[in-house]
C-alpha cells in the first residue's frame, strides 16, 4: 500500500509520523546534492537524526555503496526500530530502500523523493533494489516505504535535464492511463517547474493506483513498462559506451516511448495521428540520441529483461491512448525498424 502525503506542510506530518512511530535512531541517507539543497528544509523539522552520505548517480547505485550503507547502520548501533529515511532521487531511494529491506532482515524506511522523476515514479510502489555491473535493478526485493512524503517545491534546484527526466515518466502515465492529462500536456510549450509541479500530483496518482492493485508485477502493473522494454536496453548501451556521458532513465524512456508507440501502430493499429503527435512531442522537448548502438547488442540486452517470459521479449503496448496491452511479442526484425524509426524521426 502507498502512503503518500503531498504539499508544501509535508514535514510537519513527517515528524508526526517519527513520534508516532517511537524510532529509537533515525537516518537520513543523502548525497551532496540534497545535503546541499534538500537538508535545510529537513533540518528546520528533524532535530535528532544520523546522516549517512552516498555518492551520487546511477554509477554508485551498486554493491559497494549498499556495504557501506549497512555499515554505517551496523557502526551507529542501528537496531530494529530504527528508520532510515532516502532523501533524493530515485538511484538514492533505490539503494536506501534495499538497505533498509535487508538489514536486519528489514527496518522501517520512509522516501522523500528530491527529483520529479522519483516523485512521480521512483519512490512509489515498492521495488527497491541495485544494479548488478551494468545491468539495471537486478539485485532487488518488491517492499513499502512506511510513507512517501513529497514536497513539490525540491525541483526548484534541478538541472533542466533533470526536469526532462521527470518529464518523460508524466507522458509515461498519461498515456497509458489519462487521455485528458495528455491532452493537456502536449499543449504545454516549454515546461518550467511551475507547470511541472501542476502535473506531479495526477502522475502520483496513476503510478499509486495500479501498484496499489499489482504491487508485484503480476498482471497490471506491467502497463508502467510501456517504452521500457527498449529504453532499459538502451540505458543499458550508454552506460557503457558514452563514459560520463550516459544518457538518463527518463531520456531512455523518450526513445523508448517513441520505438514502442510505433511498434504500436504496427502491430496493434495504434493511430498514425497519435503516434506522429507523441514522435513531434519528444523531438520538441527532448534531445536527440546520437544511435550509434548495435541493434543485435540491443537485442539481446532486451532479452535479459526481467519481464520476459520464456525468453521472449515482452512489450507493453498501446491501443489507444489510456488502453495499453501487457505481454505483447514481436519479431526482432520490427524492434530494428522501430529503432531506425526513431533514427529517422530525428
Ligand atoms: N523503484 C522504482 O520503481 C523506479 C522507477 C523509476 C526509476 N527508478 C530508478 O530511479 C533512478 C533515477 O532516478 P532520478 O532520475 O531521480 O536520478 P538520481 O537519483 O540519479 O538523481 C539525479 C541527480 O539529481 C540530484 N538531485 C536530487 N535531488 C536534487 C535536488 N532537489 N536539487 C538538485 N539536485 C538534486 C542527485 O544528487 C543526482 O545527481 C534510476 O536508478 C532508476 O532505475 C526506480
Redesign the pocket.
Known amino acids: 500500500m502507498n502512503k503518500i502525503i503531498f504539499g508544501e506542510n509535508v514535514f510537519d506530518r513527517l515528524n508526526k509520523t517519527i513520534a508516532k512511530n517511537s524510532y529509537s535512531k533515525v537516518f537520513v541517507l543523502l ?4 545535503k ?3 537538508l535545510p528544509i529537513l533540518k528546520k523539522y528533524l532535530t535528532e537524526f544520523i546522516t549517512i552520505k552516498i555518492k ?3 554509477g554508485n ?1 551498486n554493491i559497494d555503496t549498499a556495504t557501506f550503507i549497512w555499515e554505517t547502520l551496523h557502526k551507529n548501533f542501528a537496531d530494529r526500530q530504527s528508520v532510515l529515511i532516502n532523501l ?7 539503494i536506501g ?1 534495499f538497505c533498509a529491506s535487508t538489514f536486519l532482515r528489514g527496518i522501517d524506511f520512509i522516501n522523500v ?3 520529479l ?2 516523485m512521480v ?5 515498492a ?3 541495485l ?1 548488478l555491473q551494468n545491468y ?2 537486478v539485485i532487488g526485493v518488491f517492499n513499502h516505504p512506511k510513507c512517501i512524503f513529497v514536497y513539490p517545491d ?6 533542466e535535464s ?1 526536469l526532462k ?2 518529464l518523460a ?1 508524466i507522458v509515461k502515465h498519461a498515456l497509458i492511463a489519462d487521455k485528458k492529462l495528455w491532452n493537456k500536456i502536449y499543449k504545454i510549450k516549454k515546461f518550467d517547474t511551475d507547470n511541472l509541479s501542476k502535473l506531479i500530483l495526477s502522475s502520483i496518482r496513476i503510478k499509486s493506483k495500479i501498484t496499489t492493485k499489482d504491487p508485484h508485477e503480476f498482471g497490471l502493473r506491467k502497463v508502467l513498462n510501456y517504452g521500457h522494454t527498449i529504453a532499459h536496453a538502451i540505458e543499458t548501451f550508454s552506460m557503457n559506451n558514452d563514459g560520463n556521458n550516459f544518457l ?3 531520456e531512455a524512456v523518450a526513445i523508448g516511448i517513441v520505438c514502442e508507440s510505433y511498434i504500436s501502430h504496427k502491430i496493434n493499429k495504434f493511430p498514425l495521428i497519435d503516434l506522429n503527435l507523441i514522435v513531434s512531442f519528444i523531438k520538441k522537448h527532448f534531445k536527440k540520441y546520437h544511435c550509434r548502438w548495435d541493434e543485435i547488442l540491443l537485442i539481446k540486452n532486451m532479452s535479459h529483461d526481467k519481464k520476459n517470459n520464456s525468453r521472449k521479449i515482452n512489450f507493453t503496448l498501446l491501443n489507444s491512448i489510456g488502453d495499453p496491452i501487457v505481454n505483447c511479442n514481436c519479431t526482432d526484425e520490427l524492434i530494428c525498424e522501430s529503432l531506425n524509426y526513431y533514427k529517422n524521426a530525428f
Not at 548525497?31 to 540534497?34: A, F, G, K, P
Request: contains cysteine.
Open positions: 548525497d551532496e546534492n540534497t546541499r539543497h534538500c551520487s548517480g546511477e547505485k533524493g532521487g530515485g538511484a538514492l531511494s533505490d530502500g523523493p528530491s527529483t522523476l522519483s515514479d521512483a519512490s512509489i510502489g521495488k527497491q533494489g544494479n539495471k535493478n525540491f525541483i526548484k534546484t534541478l538541472a533533470e527526466n521527470g515518466e538518463k532513465h527518463g
